[in-house]
């Protein structure tokens, strides 16, 4: 088997046991499984100026090569172009682009030193599996260093429509870069033909009958991997008693209430606003829903230095504060509102625990929660999955309650009717929802693209 080489922004910490991030969980359960490199940003060191060696570190199967970026890297590479300009424009929020020259100047000098690390590390017979929008143009910088192994890259967040793309400077370049690779895969079909539309409409490539992308002598492999969890496992730890949560739950039956739970990255692009407004919603509408649920909402700070993401953070605070206000009573909160990160056993209980999964991102590219969820119900009382619409897993996941996140009152009535369905539906929801789980797993997702990662017959750029 040849070795995998796997490089993203950031490399997860393999010995942790709570990690919030989909990426450094889908990534971590399939390279666990194949063994590999790992290399990226070690996540914290910010000193150095002069350009770095990997720092090597070797855990079970995996070597992990990390290094460190310099104040201004981070600045204006990961804060800057990543995540305040990529970011924002791959999930449609144009209003919240922030361009400056100078975070494209970082983003590529960082690709550049991700470039030259990597060619102390890399072997002849290596495949290179590449993550993510924060290193887009890496092929395009090894390729130029004469790089001449087969490269992969894969789009964790979703791919916007060509006029989207459209509006941010360079964006020719930023594709003509992906380009650069010998496999591009997305999570969902609307993604990959948004690349098809792109690259028909303005590069004048076009997409043969096997939907390989022709570009002059080159033809590049782009096509649709749903990223999945390691189901077995999330299954193993929900049936695991959790104290904790046992103690909690027993609290709550008692008391003859039910939870909806939300677990995110705290992201304006998770729905959170509105996601609490529905929940308010249901109370209004439904008032003997009243003191019989409770929304807990877990939210993992993420990106703090950038101003979107202290106002969500103010927004949510006000938001579930009002509603307390508004509807509580001495023995009964509504929203319980946990700004943190809660290790993945106790997670997996508490999914476990909750008769409705409330997941409602504005745009997403795959959602792990989503999936989780499923993976953590019991087949004889299992909990019923709200979706939104623009997750890229309700392509997929269709017995899932399919709601608009941007129309408060559906998403109640949706609740509503998550809580009060039949125990019978939701055992044949769930059913099918298993399968489709396990159908697109973390190893399906690694073999499907390692597969197309093998396929010798596209060659790699001179
Ligand atoms: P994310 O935007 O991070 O991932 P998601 O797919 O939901 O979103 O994954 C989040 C992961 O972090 C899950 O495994 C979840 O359990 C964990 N997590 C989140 N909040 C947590 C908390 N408060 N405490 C503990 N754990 C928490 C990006 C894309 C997604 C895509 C993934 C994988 O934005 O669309 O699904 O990558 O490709």
Redesign the pocket.
């Given at each position: 088997m040849r070795r995998l080489v796997v490089i993203s922004n950031r490399v997860a910490d393999l010995t942790r046991t709570?990690?919030?991030?989909?990426?450094a969980?889908?990534l971590a359960d399939s390279l666990r499984e194949r063994g590999g490199v790992w290399m990226g940003w070690d996540g914290q060191s910010l000193k150095y100026e002069a350009e770095p060696e990997p720092r090597i570190r070797k855990i079970g199967e995996v070597t992990q090569a990390t290094i460190p970026l310099t104040q201004q890297d981070y600045s204006d590479y990961y804060l800057g172009f990543a995540n305040s300009v990529l970011w924002p424009l791959f999930h449609y929020r144009l209003d919240l682009v922030d361009f400056k020259t100078a975070f494209l100047d970082g983003y590529r000098r960082v690709n550049a030193k991700f470039a030259n690390a990597l060619m102390a590390i890399l072997k002849p017979d290596d495949l290179v599996w590449i993550h993510d929008y924060h290193l887009i143009p890496l092929a395009a910088e090894l390729r130029r260093r004469g790089c001449q192994q087969r490269m992969g890259f894969f789009l964790?967040?979703p791919f916007p429509p060509p006029e989207i793309l459209a509006a941010v400077p360079r964006h020719r370049w930023l594709v003509e870069s992906l380009l650069e690779f010998d496999v591009i895969g997305f999570?969902t079909n609307t993604d990959l033909g948004n690349l098809h539309h792109y690259v028909e409409d303005n590069l004048g490539s076009w997409i043969k009958p096997d939907e390989r992308i022709r570009i002059g002598e080159r033809e590049v492999i782009a096509g649709c991997f749903p990223?999945g969890i390691d189901v077995d496992s999330f299954i193993a730890m929900a049936e695991q008693p959790n104290d904790e949560v046992q103690i909690e739950t027993q609290r709550r039956a008692i008391l003859g209430r039910r939870q909806i739970i939300g677990?995110?990255?705290l992201?304006y692009t998770k729905g959170l606003p509105d996601r609490l407004r529905a929940f308010a919603r249901l109370l209004e509408l439904y008032p003997e829903m009243r003191k019989s649920v409770a929304l807990m909402q877990?939210?993992?700070p993420t990106r703090e230095e950038v101003d979107a993401y202290v106002s969500i953070r103010k927004e949510l605070e006000a938001l579930s504060g009002e509603i307390n206000g508004r509807f509580a009573d001495f023995n009964w909160t509504p929203v319980r509102y946990i700004h943190?990160?809660?290790p993945?056993d106790a997670?997996a209980a508490l999914y476990r625990a909750s008769p409705v999964g409330f997941v409602t991102p504005l745009r997403?590219?795959?959602?792990?929660?989503a999936k989780?969820y499923v993976a953590a119900q019991s087949m004889d009382n299992p909990g019923v999955l709200v979706l939104s619409k623009f997750a890229?897993a309700a392509e997929d996941l269709h017995e899932a309650l399919i709601v608009n996140p941007y129309d408060v009152d559906d998403m109640a009535r949706n609740l509503r009717r998550a809580l009060t369905m039949p125990l019978e539906e939701r055992q044949k929801r769930q059913k099918a929802l298993m399968e489709r789980i396990r159908r697109h797993d973390a190893k399906n997702w690694l073999n499907t693209f390692m597969a197309a990662l093998e396929d010798e017959q596209t060659q790699p750029s001179a």
């Open positions: 709570a990690q919030a991030g989909g990426l969980v889908g964790h967040i999570q990223i677990v995110d990255r992201d877990i939210a993992t943190g990160t809660v993945r997670l997403d590219g795959m959602n792990l929660v989780e890229g």
